[in-house]
């Protein structure tokens, strides 16, 4: 008898202690595939910009082109909402003369309509001689 009691005393346990779960587990999840999200944004705007940067500094091109080929990638890879504000300007890299293209964006670091995350990201070459 004391078996069948326990049983019945026990009987919705089990959604109980899922529900109690889940109420934990499911913001880690999202947490963690968000902040996935925004790095590989972050991680294809750098790629972009460094690509950029090497089109720039070769020597038959100039800054204009390799912000555009950095406007390209980003427009390609993750959205054009992305691909505003890229720039270029020549610089010193390691004494020698070079170019940097710079991009600033706008990541939505709690979904689709939550507050963003502004995330700047530069990618530098230097120029090829014209010999």
Known sequence: MTRSRRRRGERGSALVDFTLVVVVLLPVVLGIIQVALVLHVRTTLAAAASEGARL????????GEGVARARAQIA??????????????????????????????????????????????????IEEDPR
């Open 76 to 125: 390609e890879a993750v959205g054009e909402r992305y691909a505003h504000d890229v720039s270029a300007r020549p610089v010193t890299v390691a004494g020698s003369p070079g170019v940097e293209v710079t991009v600033r964006a706008k990541v939505p670091a709690l979904g689709i309509g939550g507050p963003a995350v502004e995330v700047t990201v530069s990618g530098r070459a």
């Open 56 to 63: 720039a500094a070769t020597s038959d091109r100039g800054p």
